[in-house]
C-alpha cells in the first residue's frame, strides 16, 4: 500500500539528477538545467533542482529555480549599482565584486533540511510544508543519495486516490 512506501521507494537516485560543483557560475548552472528540462508532446518535462557538490564530492547543496531566480535578482541589483551613481559600489558585499555569481551563493545547503532514507512519505511532505520547499534531499548517514520532490508525492497521493474510487 502506497501509505507504507519509505522515503528511498520513490526518490529519484542521486546519480540520476543533474550535478555541478558549487564555484560553478550561475549562467553554466542555467545551461545545465536546460539541458535537462526539455519539451516533449508539447508538455515540459524534466529536473527543476541540480545538486551541488564540492571539491571532494561531497554534496553540498541543492540548487533549485528559486535559487536561480535569487541570483538573477542578485546580478540585476548588481548591473544597476555599476550603471548608477558609483557610490553604489561601496554597499556591494565582497562577493559581489566576482562578474558572475557562484551556485554556492544561492543553493540551498543540504543540511538546512533533509529526511533519512527510512524515513516515511509523510515526514518529507512535513518537512516540504514546514521550510516551504519543492524538494527534499535523502540521506543515508553523511551521504545523499537521493531527491523526494513535490511532484513524486502527488502522483502517489494521485494513486491512493484512485485506489479508493
Known amino acids: 500500500m502506497p501509505l507504507r512506501l519509505k522515503v528511498r521507494e520513490i526518490m529519484v537516485p542521486a546519480e ?4 555541478l560543483h558549487e564555484d560553478a557560475d550561475v549562467a ?17 518535462m524534466g529536473f527543476q533542482s541540480a545538486l551541488v557538490y564540492n571539491n571532494r564530492g561531497r554534496a553540498t547543496g541543492i540548487l533549485t529555480l528559486r535559487g536561480l531566480l535569487r541570483a538573477l ?3 540585476a541589483l548588481l548591473e544597476d549599482l555599476l550603471k548608477g551613481d558609483p557610490a553604489g559600489l561601496f554597499f556591494l558585499p565582497p562577493r559581489w565584486s566576482e562578474q558572475f555569481i557562484k551556485v554556492k551563493e544561492v543553493m ?8 533519512n532514507e527510512d524515513a516515511a512519505l509523510w515526514e518529507a511532505a512535513l518537512v516540504m510544508l514546514n521550510k516551504k520547499i519543492n524538494s527534499v534531499p535523502v540521506m543515508d548517514g553523511d551521504n545523499l543519495c537521493g531527491v523526494v520532490r513535490t511532484i513524486d508525492l502527488f502522483w502517489l497521493i494521485g494513486e491512493i486516490l484512485e485506489d479508493m474510487s
Not at 28 to 44: C, H, N, P, V
Not at 108 to 115: E, L, Q, S, T, Y
Open 16 to 19: 540520476e539528477l543533474p550535478s
Open 28 to 44: 553554466s548552472a542555467f545551461r545545465l538545467l536546460q539541458e535537462y528540462f526539455r519539451g516533449k508532446d508539447g508538455t515540459w
Open 73 to 75: 535578482h542578485y546580478q
Open 108 to 115: 540551498r545547503p543540504v543540511g538546512m533540511a533533509f529526511v
